[in-house]
Each structure stands twice: as C-alpha cells, then as structure tokens.
C-alpha cells in the first residue's frame, strides 16, 4: 500500500498559483518526501525533494510542516502546459529507493 | 540533457507470444529499474539493478518475466508468454547512486507501451 494519500484531480486556471497536500500520516524518520510530475504517454519527472520546513526550486516550491505528516507541492503561476499527473512519495534515506507509489493527483489546468 | 532511451516505444503482440524490452540508462548511473505502469496507475517497481546484480525483483512475475543487465549497462526486459493482462507501459528508470534517496534523482524512460491481443 501507498504510503501518500493524495487527492485523485485538481482544476484550475492559468495563471494561478496551484496546491497540492499529500498525507503521509506515518512518515518514518529517515524518510525524505518526493514530488514527480507525470504527462501522458511520458515516463515521470522529478519535480522537487524535501525532509522539512520549505524548499523551493525553479519549478515549485514544497512546504512541510513541523510534524512532517503532510506536505504541500506548490506551483506558480500554471500553464496549460502544467497539465499532467504528480505523486508524492515517501522514502527512506538509507534504503534501496523501494518508493512506493500512489495513483496520484490528475492536475487539470483550463484557459 | 541525458536521457534514458528505451525501445520499442510501442508494441503489440499476441498472448502466448514472447516480447521483449531494450533500456539503456544515463551514462554512468550505477542503479537501473524496470516499473510497469497500468493506465489510470502509479508504476509499480518490478526489478532493481545495481550494476549487473539484481537487488529486489520480488514483484516480478518469474514465472513469465525475465531481466537482464549482463555488462551493467544496457538491459532487456523479457515477458514470454505474454498475457493479456501485461498491457501496460514499461518503464525503465535509472539513478546515479547505489542506494539512499538524498539527492538520488531517478530518472525515467519514455516507456515502452504493450498491447497484448
């Protein structure tokens, strides 16, 4: 089973700021929170990495609160283009990146 | 900017008939995976390569499923016989590191797609 609960679709428009919150009730110690970002027919991309508190990269920004227990993929200012399937992962530090993942959240973005 | 190249992209087949996947990872990245991804899905991880040695295949079905990275590069991905429930797409990731998540990219192939008939 998933360690990420996700919700299954979001729309929104373009040009807004959009948010996606990911539970991982049972989030380990050692594990770091993952966030890829799949368009059709394509294999997934990674988006952004964090452990806690906030990260932020060209792309998006993760926020993490202190008890780690969910996190918050944000991207600014969407395109159509930001159209796809992204999934939050859990996994452990040490381990041999056995991720497993979810079904994800169907991110719609209209005109 | 590098990629994992992966062929066929797409492949129809017959049930009872054997197939086959290519994967060449990045170049130098020591980890290599074979996911199958079912529509409407996540992938599903199916084997774990480090270098030429399996490290996880316990999801694959061996009965009919079989992978290979001889030389620690390149690897196929061989299903015989196929069924029709093997539709999906296959994909083939790779990662620098041997093993840890900080900062260990995976990076992922196009996907072969397979249609079982």
């Known amino acids: 089973l998933a360690k990420t609960t996700q919700p299954i679709s979001m729309d929104s428009y373009e040009g807004q700021e959009v948010n996606i919150t990911c539970s991982h009730n049972?989030?380990?110690?050692?594990?770091?929170i993952t966030w890829y970002q799949q368009f059709p027919s394509q294999g997934p991309r990674f988006i952004i990495q964090g452990y806690k508190t906030k990260v932020t990269n060209e792309v998006a920004s993760l926020f993490i609160p202190a008890d780690r227990k969910s996190s918050t993929l944000s991207l600014p200012r969407v395109s159509l283009s930001d159209t796809a399937v992204y999934y939050c992962l859990v996994g452990e530090t040490d381990s041999n990146y056995q991720l497993i993942w979810g079904a994800g959240t169907k991110l719609i973005i209209k005109p | 900017e590098a990629e994992v190249a992966q062929s066929p992209r797409y492949k129809i087949t017959e049930k009872s008939q054997a197939v086959a996947f290519w994967c060449d990872p990045i170049s130098g990245h020591a980890t290599l995976y074979w996911y199958r991804q079912i529509l409407g899905q996540g992938p599903e991880l199916l084997v774990q390569f480090q270098d030429e040695s399996v490290v996880d295949d316990s999801q694959l079905p061996k009965d009919r499923f079989s992978a290979e990275r001889l030389k620690g590069v390149d690897s196929t991905l061989k299903i015989q016989p196929a069924e029709l429930g093997d539709s999906a797409m296959y994909l083939c990731?790779?990662?620098?590191?041997?093993?840890?998540?900080?900062?260990?990219?995976?990076?992922f192939g196009e996907g072969s797609w397979l249609t079982v008939v």
């Open positions: 049972n989030i380990a110690t050692n594990d770091y």
């Open positions: 990731a790779s990662s620098k590191r041997k093993q840890g998540i900080v900062g260990n990219t995976i990076y």
